[in-house]
């Protein structure tokens, strides 16, 4: 925390982070703007409330074997401490035993719950255990996915970046090239207009 809070002081630019049990939330929402739940953890009720009573915004990730209509229960939970400052990223679904799948329809179903829709471009292409002993992932499909998803009306987009994805320490295979990028998020935005009708 540390580090993020020095991070955040230099560039003035609000932290996002994981918490990953109730005890830490305190010591996070200290420094970061948003607390975000795992997709792992999403339906947590302990620690969904937690972040809930911080006050700041909670990012829940829905899990790979939730159900996008099971998230409005993880929203609820939040809301029921009174913080309705919420958003829900979709990162796709377990499709047999390595592969993710992005159902497009997810991000219409959680969009219909009233709170932001989140499309995290680069996790939605990891291929779980890919790699034997760690994730793999195809950084090919990220540009795909990530227009589908905002041609389907995101409020957001998220990615890991890099500037050698293939020397990352995590993540790696699923990564976009920071030299890339630009190009992708301009793409994205003009898409984003379009949809908008700007």
């Known amino acids: 925390m540390e580090i993020l809070k020095a991070v955040k002081e230099e ?3 609000p932290i996002v982070t994981d ?16 607390l975000q739940i795992p997709a792992f953890l999403c339906r947590q009720t302990d620690l969904l409330v937690e972040a809930g009573r911080s006050g700041r915004v909670v990012n829940i990730k829905k899990g790979q074997f939730v159900a996008p209509e099971t998230m409005a229960q993880a929203v609820a939970k939040v809301e029921s401490t009174g913080n309705e400052k919420i958003m829900l990223t ?13 159902d497009m329809r997810a991000l219409s179903i959680m969009r219909k719950m009233g709170v932001p829709v989140i499309f995290d471009a680069t996790h939605s292409v990891q291929l779980p255990s ?3 002993t760690c994730s793999g992932g195809d950084r090919n499909f990220v540009p795909l996915l990530a227009r589908a998803a905002v041609a389907a ?3 957001g987009v998220f990615m890991e970046v890099h500037p050698d994805p293939d020397k990352a320490l995590c993540d790696g295979p699923n990564s976009w090239p920071l030299a890339n990028f630009e190009d992708l998020a301009a793409m994205l935005l003009k898409i984003d207009a379009c949809v908008n009708g700007e």
């Open 11 to 13: 560039t003035g630019l």
């Open 19 to 34: 918490v990953h049990e109730s005890w830490q939330v305190e010591k996070v929402a200290a420094v970061a703007d948003v």
């Open 90 to 102: 979709e990162r796709g679904a377990a499709f047999g035993y390595g592969n993710l799948v992005v």
């Open 130 to 132: 890919g790699q034997g």
């Open 153 to 155: 009306g995101v409020d």
